[in-house]
């Protein structure tokens, strides 16, 4: 019979589960925590967070959700830091997971559950103190992205290389995404076969859902929807739709120019096209904070296209409703759960042939796949849609039912399977070298 799990450790150091996705550095991942955390709570396993403090605000521990705990752990200085200085801080903030764990008896913490590499470092760290399996996420690797590097994006350093390959290591199960990032771990990085695991993440059924009752007439889902009318977009427009943190790794230009193609090629467009752009500055592009606004100018079409600040779940889900396309042109994405939010409310999506995407999108049936990140491919597939609005209907019914596999609820089934794998799996027992000695002596004293 395998121990029951009453309490697990969650560790993301980088960014916090309270933080807005679309901005800064939090996205899919942020939403993964929070969704995977409160679902694990509803059956009587409390979570605990563990995140970096920003702000001397920020209360010590705040209730996430009943049953979840985010603890802001003091690393360094109270701002947000770029992910490539927070190695740096990786030590006190290591040593504050270690203190918090240690005010409780032997124990408190049955299993470790940490996302993305940095948080892999303190994970380990923590798992051969208190002796409990440590389950791994990468989200997204360094191998990967540095074969697949946007235009003004730099590589990942060797030193993330080194410490992905340390967690990868030292980590009891790893959990992929996708199958195609469960080969990319096993062949770039030589993780065991055995101990990684496909857990595709999900999506809120509820709150991502199509306007009722166009669908079930056969119509398509949003065109007239209250929708539009609070989001104030036409009823008659063609909506093109971009939603994510911006920068290069996400090619938002990538629709710019594709829409610029557009209207070179058809001028009578402009009097019914809408651009949408829902995120903010992320990564290499808060170098640039108002570059993809520069770039609709200079291309001339910044009369079509309408940023918007990263939103809450329930306003995001009003603009893939009254989206007629969503557009996923990244060069990297290691599962792209805007192509799945998008798809559940009914709108089908065109995205680049890239990473979990593959799985994220059923190619000619939920929306379409593009190889490449030629503008013109983009343009073309997206003037067929408007001028085929048959072809965007059914890609909209198949939307809603490839999306239907992706509940939050079948995620945490998988996931709990993993922990209890992972329980009862011989632990393993490599302590691989930290980034740093002085990391390695403080965590392990």
Excluded at 139 to 160: I, S, W
Aim: aromatic content about 4%; overall charge neutral; hydrophobic content about 40%.
């Amino acid at each position: 019979m395998p121990r029951r799990i009453n309490r697990v450790a969650t560790v993301s150091v980088h960014t916090s589960p309270l933080d807005q996705p679309g901005t800064g550095d939090a996205g899919g991942m942020n939403v993964y925590i929070v969704e995977v955390a409160k679902r694990l709570a509803a059956r009587g396993i409390e979570v605990d967070i563990f995140t970096r403090a920003t702000s001397r605000a920020l209360p010590s521990v705040a209730e996430l959700a009943p049953g979840v705990l985010v603890r802001h752990v003091v690393a360094g200085p109270f701002e947000e830091l770029d992910k490539g200085e927070l190695p740096r801080q990786l030590c006190g903030f290591t040593s504050g997971v270690l203190r918090a764990e240690a005010s409780h008896d032997p124990g408190h913490y049955d299993l470790l559950h940490t996302h993305y590499w940095l948080s892999g470092q303190a994970g380990w760290a923590a798992k051969r103190r208190w002796g409990v399996p440590l389950v791994h996420s990468m989200h997204t690797m360094a191998k990967v992205k540095n074969l697949a590097l946007a235009d003004g994006d730099k590589p990942d350093p060797p030193e993330r290389v080194l410490g992905e390959e340390q967690v990868v290591a030292s980590s009891d199960q790893l959990v992929a995404n996708t199958d195609k990032e469960a080969r990319e771990l096993v062949d770039l990085y030589g993780a065991e076969p055995s101990r990684v695991a496909t857990v595709s993440p999900g999506v809120d059924l509820g709150m991502f859902r199509p306007e009722p009752p166009l669908l079930a007439r056969g119509l398509l889902p949003h065109r007239t929807g209250p929708a539009r009318r609070r989001l104030g977009l036409p009823r008659d427009a063609y909506v093109l739709l971009f939603v994510g943190r911006i920068q290069p790794l996400k090619a938002p230009d990538v629709l710019l120019r594709a829409v610029h193609r557009m209207l070179s090629d058809d001028p009578s467009l402009r009097s019914k096209l809408v651009v949408a752009v829902v995120g903010g500055p992320s990564g290499s592009g808060r170098c640039r904070p108002d570059g993809l606004q520069s770039l609709a100018a200079e291309l001339g079409i910044a009369d079509v296209v309408r940023f918007e600040p990263p939103s809450p779940q329930h306003v995001l889900a009003d603009w893939y409703r009254a989206a007629d396309v969503t557009v996923v042109p990244s060069h990297s994405e290691s599962f792209g759960l805007v192509a799945v939010e998008s798809q559940a409310c009914g709108t089908p999506v065109v995205a680049s042939r890239v990473g979990g995407l593959c799985t994220a999108v059923a190619d000619g049936e939920s929306g379409v796949l593009i190889g490449g990140h030629d503008p013109a491919d983009y343009a073309g597939v997206l003037r067929r849609l408007h001028d085929e609005p048959g072809l965007r209907a059914r890609l909209a019914r198949g939307a809603i039912r490839h999306a239907e596999g992706f509940g939050w609820d079948a995620t945490v089934d998988r996931l709990l399977e993993v922990y209890t794998g992972a329980m009862s799996l011989p632990a393993v027992r490599l302590a691989p070298p930290a980034l740093t000695p002085t990391f390695a002596a403080e965590v392990t004293a």
